[in-house]
């Protein structure tokens, strides 16, 4: 077994800048959302401008006083992760399921929070071309390789051509963005889903585990697997 053969030094430096933060340009996130998302799509492309657009009204000292709440399980939040290093792992990239094309926005220190909506029109022509992808992928087994290429084709035009012709749109026109009053410890993880402060053995597999996540029966505590809550098997 090899390990890796580079000084880790320089990657844990921590960065202690001061002053307001500063996000990158449009430009430069566009960049990074392809190296997290894999490319750069509609709803990656909203996120990131949406992202870029709340900052500037947030007052933020920090950047990790800022947190996100996006409000439907979409590509936007790689591109707002991209913009703004909300992410999933560090507790400040929140996802509520209320099937809006939404973020909830908020600087954790102030309370000060914004919401970030698509102006009607836009957010009408984003779900027609939402629908034809969800199409395209039930459709998918029923098609040949080359009804399949063919229709990725248009769809990726269709795509490209919204995309280009957002990009020519000022924010006002493609955004509403609302002060909000917002409670911001619901726009973080509880600490007790990032940590196991209070680890328990599973009786079963033996690993340690959250308390509050585990199960009792028949008098034993078991992780949520071995309860049956969730498939897994080792093979
Ligand atoms: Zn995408
Ligand atoms: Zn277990």
Redesign the pocket.
Known sequence: MTVPDFDIGPHLERHKKKGPPKYPPLSEVLKIVPKI????????YLGARMALLAVKHLDLKRKKDLAAAVEIL??AA?GIASATTCSFGSGRLVFLDHGKFSCIFCNWMTGKAVRVSLVPEIDKEHIEFGTRLRDFYVKLKERSMEEAEAAREELDTHERGLIEKWHKMSDDDLFIIKEVEVNPEDLKYPLDQQYIPEPVKCANCGELTEKLKTLKINGDRLCKPCAGEFKLREI
């Open positions: 998302h894999g490319h750069v799509c509609t709803a990656s979409t590509c790689d």
